[in-house]
Nanobody, 123 residues
Framework: VQLQASGGGLVQVGDSLRLSCAVS????????MAWFRQTPGKEREFVAG????????SYADSVKGRFTISGDNAKNTVYLQMNSLKPEDTAVYYC?????????????????WGQGTQVTVSS
């Protein structure tokens, strides 16, 4: 499985961005997909994820109501729509894929990672 993340950039407080994660090598409809983010000196943090079997989504409390994870089966691409961005959302964002049975909000079970895309929210 290969993951290619894109869509990051420099935006202002309150702006929106949409990150994309193109999945190749396996249909994402049969793997758990998630977005994590990381800032220097900190652990990689779960942001949002979707379970492949049920399609149910999970979000970190810090992004609930502002971020939405979704997927396009035809394009084999997962998206993270980020609205009402705040300076504390500044981070490198990674998409990740997990082929395990159980969905996880921790980074360790995830088998495959994209290269990361920088999101910077300026005040």
């Amino acid at each position: 499985v290969q993951l290619q993340a894109s869509g990051g950039g420099l935006v202002q407080v309150g702006d929106s961005l949409r990150l994309s994660c193109a999945v190749s090598g396996r249909s994402f409809s049969r793997i758990h997909m998630a977005w994590f983010r990381q800032t220097p000196g900190k652990e990689r943090e779960f942001v949002a994820g979707v379970r492949w079997r049920s399609g149910t989504t999970s979000y970190a409390d810090s992004v609930k109501g502002r971020f939405t994870i979704s997927g396009d089966n035809a394009k084999n691409t997962v998206y993270l729509q980020m609205n009402s961005l705040k300076p504390e959302d500044t981070a490198v964002y990674y998409c990740a894929a997990d082929t395990a049975v159980l969905f996880s909000t921790t980074s360790h079970p995830y088998d495959y990672w994209g290269q990361g895309t920088q999101v910077t929210v300026s005040s």
